[in-house]
């Protein structure tokens, strides 16, 4: 019947959904300040390598505005 | 018969409250492991100094709304997508326009580059996501050399390619996100879990693996719709930008979100995200029209960027990280 069918689906719909979140549960979690303290050490150790905190010197700047060619 | 119907709901009640129980043990275990905040770990940390970041280049072109933008791994070659069909390759130093492709479609809503730079895909209303071999000779019909490589069954709203050129992943209106081989036009994977459309999508920066596919976390703060996920340069986090007018950070290992990125004062959605080199800087393109830096550990805003006419729908840093970019509705990209 029509009615069972639905209820079937929705079943399943519902089986999957328990299954997911045990899944989800299940995941192994460390502390926010053990991942906030890793974000941070991240961040500083590669500090110095990103151009848009530390700036680029005008002589290395690839986007510097473009000079003006004079032909002799 | 009534029996086994009264039996399925029994059983359907049942379930419905062990996934009650096991979303609140969720939370919980979630909120046990919240014992402080990230700004607080980061109180020690120097503060950044004021920026001063300019507009270099403003690409113009495009006949309506650019819709997405890609770098080319030679930190100079840029590709766009726009409203109007049109996807356009620009090398971002000089300011001309290399390639450039009209789609049969209007609203290419997505658009990628290769890792070799020889081809970009692009995607949208068509719902298909078509690769384009770029070739140096400008009287080839570009067009001709076209590759439909995915299918979906509503817009695309997101390509990427994954660490060669012979696979792209996708993501769709339809709610599914698809990873396909790009000669063969094969699906090779499907990934379902979300609820309804998948607006962007972003590859862990140390993918290599070709067996994913199970979902494994999720996570649910935001108020609105999420117009944008990018990962952490590390890999352990990613960020994310909603209509909700904020970013927020979450971190994958400690399965939560640990910084919200918000101001009173800013009310329009954020369109696209994107992080600076070092993960230090978290650039914000928003609704608004204006560009907003926060400062990812402090939860500060450092910056706020003004030059477009239109909500800014999309921004990317550069491979190198010396520039970003981004594409908006007012027709222009900038670097």
Same mark, same amino acid.
């Given at each position: ?72 | ?75 100079? /070659? ?56 770029? #070739? ?91 117009? #944008? ?23 994958? /290992? ?10 009173? #004062? ?49 921004? /990317? ?16 990209? /900038?670097?």
């Amino acid at each position: 019947m029509s009615n069972n069918s639905a209820s079937n689906s929705s079943l399943a719909i519902a089986q999957k959904a328990v299954k997911q979140l045990r899944l989800e549960a299940s995941v192994r979690r460390i502390k926010v300040s053990q991942a906030a303290a890793e974000l941070k050490t991240f961040c500083l150790q590669n500090a110095h390598k990103d151009p848009l905190l530390t700036g680029v010197p005008s002589s290395d700047n690839p986007f510097r505005p473009p000079k003006s060619c004079v032909l002799l | 018969m009534a029996t086994q119907e009264v039996q399925l709901n029994e059983t359907l009640a049942h379930l419905k409250t062990e996934s009650e129980t096991l979303k609140s043990k969720l939370e919980e275990e979630r909120a046990k492991l919240h014992d402080v905040e990230l700004h607080q770990v980061a109180e020690k940390v120097e503060g950044l100094g004021q920026f001063v970041m300019k507009t270099r280049r403003t690409l113009k072109g495009h006949g309506n709304k650019v819709l997405c933008m890609d770098w080319c791994k030679d930190k100079r /070659r840029i590709v766009s997508s726009s409203q109007d069909g049109k996807v356009i390759v620009w090398d971002a130093f000089t300011t001309n326009k290399e390639h450039a492709v009209t789609m049969p479609c209007t609203w290419v809503m997505a658009c990628a580059y290769a890792p070799s730079g020889c081809a970009v895909a692009c995607g949208g209303l068509d719902n298909k996501c078509s690769v384009y071999p770029l #070739s140096l000779d400008k009287n080839e019909n570009l067009a001709a050399k076209k590759k439909s490589v995915a299918m979906h069954t509503n817009y695309l709203s997101a390509c990427s390619f994954t660490n060669s050129d012979m696979q792209i992943l996708t993501s769709s209106g339809d709610g599914t996100c698809a990873l396909w081989d790009v000669e063969s036009g094969q699906l090779l994977q499907s990934f379902h879990g979300h609820a309804a459309d998948v607006l962007c999508l972003d590859l862990a920066p140390s993918e290599t693996g070709n067996t994913f596919g199970q979902c494994i976390q999720s996570f649910e703060t935001h108020e609105s719709d999420i117009n #944008s996920v990018r990962y952490y340069p590390s890999g352990d986090a990613f960020a994310s930008g909603s209509d909700d007018a904020t970013c927020r950070l979450y971190d994958l /290992r400690a399965d939560r979100e640990v910084a919200i990125y918000s101001k009173e #004062s800013i009310i329009f959605g954020v369109s696209s995200v994107d992080f600076s080199l070092s993960g230090r800087l978290l650039f914000g393109g928003y609704n608004d029209y204006t560009i907003n830096v926060w400062d990812v550990l402090k939860g500060t805003r450092v910056s706020i960027l003004f030059g477009h006419e239109n909500r800014v729908s999309t921004l /990317r840093v550069s491979p190198d990280g010396t520039a970003f970019s981004t594409g908006s509705w007012d027709h222009t990209l /900038r670097v």
